[in-house]
């Protein structure tokens, strides 16, 4: 994976984009990374996930089929 093409705050936007996802609502790792402008960075967006501190009041996730975040769709 090419990491100097990412930016330092990348974590952060993950974590701002998932912030604004709805109760109850499911969307894959890959549309947060395609939203974000980073389509083939998916799995960094669920790593960072799996990192996400604890004083973030962040949605718990479930890895699933396609990378999924325990949401439903946007």
Partial sequence: MLMSCVPDNFYEQVYNIV????SGTV???????????YPQHARLVGRALKLVPKNLNIPCHYPEKEYRLHQRDM
Avoid at 19 to 22: F, G, K, N, T
Avoid at 27 to 37: E, F, N, Q
């Fill in 19 to 22: 912030s604004q996802v709805p």
């Fill in 27 to 37: 969307i894959t790792y890959k549309s947060i990374a395609v939203l974000m402008g």
